[in-house]
Structure formats: C-alpha cells, structure tokens
C-alpha cells in the first residue's frame, strides 16, 4: 500500500499554498479592474440610469462586473503565469478588459435606456490595460524568481521535436530539461532515468509503455504531461457505466442525445440570424470593395466536406485572383505572402472578413457555428492516405469556428488539428460551444493562427 512519506507531504502542502496564493494574486488584479470600473460607474453611469438602484443594486454591477472580468481572463489565459510569455499575458489581459467592458456597455444601454455615451469606459479600458500591463509585468517576474525552472525528462518515441517546441513558445524558462530519453532505455532502469525528474512528458508512447511510467510517477508525485494519441483521445469520450458487477467503458461513434442536436441547431439558427444581421453593412461594403478591386465575383463557392462526408458549396468572399488555382490545382494558403491574394483578400483574411459568409452555411443546415472546419476532398483525399484516422472528423458537421481554429493555428499539423477536433467531439455540450465562441475572439487578431503553410505543403506527416 502506498503511504506519503515525510518529503512528499511537505511537497503537497508547498504546492497547495502555491496554489493558494498564485488565486489570490489573481483575486487582487480582478479587484483592482473591479475598483476602476466601481469609480466610473458611481462617478458617471450611474448618474444616467433610468430607475436608480438602491444600495444593493449596484453592489449587484460590481459583482457582475467582477465575475465576468474573472471569467473572460480565465477564458482568454490571462491568469496563466506559468505558460504564457509576457506578450501573450498583455495580450490576453487586453481582450479580456475589451469583451468585459463590451458586456458592460450593453448592460449600460439597457439600464439608462439610450445610447450613453462611450468616452468615460473609453478611458476606462486604458487605464485598466496600464492596470494590467503593471500586474503581468510584476507577477510574471516574482513567478519566476520563486519558481525556478523544474527538472524535466522528455520520454519519447515519436515527437522529437518537443524540445524545439518547449524553446519556441519560451516554455524552456519554466521546464529544464535534463534528459531526453527513448521509452525502452527509461521502462529498462526508470528509477535512473526519472530518478531527479520534477517533471515529465511522454511523446507518442503506447498506453501499455506509458501506464508503467504514470503509475511510477504518480506514486513519486511527479507531474506527467501526456501528448495523446488518437486511441487516448477517442477513450475521453467513453461513458463510465457497470455491467456484469464490473467496470465498463463504453465507446461508440458520435451519437449525442436529441436534445443537445435539437439546441445546437436552434442556437445556429439563431446566432447566424442574428450574425448576418449585424454584421450587414461589413457584408455590403465588402462585397463592392472585392468587385471596384479588379471587377471579378465577390462570392466564391468551393466544395468542402461536412457530416458523414457530405458535400457541400460553401460560400466565402474571394480573397484571392479569379481563378487563382486554374494551374496549380488545389493547394493550402501559404498565408499572407500567397501570390494568388488581392490586396482585399490579405486584409479581409487578416481580420476574417472572409469567412463572414458561411453565415448563410449556417443557417441553411450544411454548417455549424462550431464544428471541425470542413476541408475540401482532394485536399482530405491526401491527408487520409497518410492519416486514414483523418475522416473520424467527419463525425459532426463542419463549423466556422472550432476547438483547433482557437487552439491550434494555421500551420498546425493535421495529426494535432485531428486530435484537437476529436477532442471537442468527444464531450459535446453547448456550454463547450459557447466556450469555443467566446474563445474566438481572443485569436482574430493573432497574426499566428492565420499563417499559412509554407509552399502551400498539405503533406506534412503527423508527428
């Protein structure tokens, strides 16, 4: 029987108070976003409103205001010290405080009854940002002054690349890698090859290989961070049941209950209403600026793939020349140097006007807001005859947005975009599809996730 010892208690208790503490850093900035916004809304909204509240009233916007800055920066990463670069923490920080205050100021139309004003909330956004540049530049330094980069061995059979990876998304200041080893030279003597390791990551090991170093770690209280494989992601989805006095998982093929079907269609219905209503007037100037630009179409149909398969045409603002793949066939944006973009088509692709279209996908049934992205079949023909797993995506329909376009980008392996979607399609619930949608924003104007690959590659092999 397993009984913590002495050193591991003192381990735990070390990491709990970590822990604690890292909540309340992040409590004192949400409180000083939550006390710049109580200023302005005593000292001025609160001034327009059409029925006064009374004390409790405005208690009740403070708290409003409070839980949802606490969310949108849970959402957009802006608490994680611990795997963020310091760009990346401003930059979160900075969506967070636009979609609060974006919130807010809807909530102020309603209250005051009119279109105030938005000057004061204006400059409430850049004091806040002054507020959080302060905070990320301060915690991210005494982070890594108490935390010093952990011991790390990398165990691996496939993905020898996570070493470069750790070094590109400066990762390699939070984990010191000590050792990479092969997976048959660490099950021969773990004891010595993970003897000193604070952590470790297991790169496309089989689950027989990988069970015996979790167990060994778990037991030495050592942090295991698992690059999964297909298998592992499909096995996320199981549902826990006993059968026969014993424990059983059962795996199936995607079937969600109709009642999630029946909201999900309901809430596209709605949102691509309400999206192509909106959003009209960018449709329109669009639309003339790609026609006065060199008088071709404004539309493009292109056939890609949804449910099961089925095709469809869906319909997106030409970006690129007419008849731009005449002669080279079908082949991936290699992203903003692509020859074959106009001068419209780089900046409405830069802020995804392009996309704007496939509202009308949406709600005629052949999309979903939120889905794996459809590919084109001769693009997925390829992908299948090095990755015949490719097709699991098909699953459930395409989407505009989805788990991959907010978490992986542009260049992103097909075997990660395929991981990353299985990975969505394994929980279905509207809750994760309204995570996903508020997620998007954070990534329309990160100029990584619309790189393109380079020359156009589609075979680039899983790793």
């Known amino acids: 029987m397993f009984l913590m010892n002495d050193k591991l208690k003192a381990k735990r208790k070390n990491h709990m108070m970590h822990t604690v503490l890292m909540h309340i850093v992040d409590l004192v900035e949400v409180g000083a976003m939550t006390a710049v916004f ?74 005051v009854r009119t279109i105030p004003t938005p000057v004061p909330l204006l400059v409430m956004c850049l004091v806040q940002f002054g507020v959080g540049v302060i905070w990320v530049l301060e915690v991210y330094r005494l982070y890594f002054v108490v935390n ?23 990762l390699d200041n939070r984990y010191k890698v000590i050792k990479s080893v092969e ?116 539309f493009y149909k292109q056939v890609r793939l949804t449910k099961d398969g089925k095709e469809f045409k869906i319909l997106k603002f030409r970006s690129m020349k007419m008849d731009a793949e005449k002669y080279s066939g079908a082949v991936l944006s290699s992203g903003e140097d692509d020859p074959r973009l106009t001068k419209v088509g780089k900046f409405i692709r830069k802020v995804r006007i392009d996309e704007l279209p496939q509202l009308f996908n949406i709600l005629k049934g052949e999309m979903s ?46 075997y990660d975009k395929l991981l990353m979607d299985l990975m969505y399609i394994a929980k279905p619930s509207i809750i994760q599809d309204l995570m996903i949608m508020l997620a998007t924003v954070k990534i329309l104007f990160e100029k990584e996730s619309t790189e393109g690959v380079e020359g156009g590659d589609i075979s680039s092999n899983p790793k």
């Open 183 to 298: 997976i048959n030279e660490a099950l021969n003597d773990i004891e010595e090859c993970l003897g000193e390791a604070e952590n470790v990551f297991l790169c496309g090991i089989h689950s027989h290989d990988r069970n015996v170093i979790i167990k060994y770690c778990v037991e030495k209280d050592v942090s295991v961070f698992v690059i999964p494989r297909v298998g592992d992601v499909l096995m996320s989805g199981a549902e826990n049941m006993h059968l026969l006095h014993l424990p059983v998982m059962k795996l199936g093929r995607y079937s969600p209950i109709p009642e999630y079907i029946i909201v999900k269609r309901v809430f596209d219905i709605f949102v691509s209403l309400l999206g192509i209503i909106v959003t009209s007037p960018v449709l329109i100037i669009t639309a003339i600026a790609i026609k006065a630009s060199d008088g071709g179409s404004a």
């Open 148 to 170: 010093k980069p952990k011991k790390t061995v990398l165990v691996c059979d496939m993905r020898h690349d996570i070493e470069e990876l750790m070094e590109r998304y400066e």
């Open 369 to 414: 807001v939120v889905g794996p992205r459809p590919e084109r079949p001769e693009i997925a023909a390829q992908y299948e005859k090095e990755l015949p797993e490719f097709s699991l995506r098909l699953q459930v329909k395409a989407g505009l947005t989805g788990y991959a376009q907010v978490y992986g980008k542009y260049n992103t392996t097909p």
């Open 38 to 111: 109580g200023y302005v809304w005593f000292n001025y909204y609160l001034k327009l409103v059409y029925f006064p509240f009374f004390r409790i009233g405005n208690y009740m916007i403070i708290a409003l205001y409070f839980g949802l800055f606490a969310l949108f920066c849970h959402l957009y990463s802006g608490f994680k010290i611990s795997i963020s670069s310091i760009s990346g923490l401003i930059y979160s920080q900075a969506v967070s405080i636009l979609v609060t205050n974006a919130v807010m100021y809807v909530v102020f139309i309603l209250l």
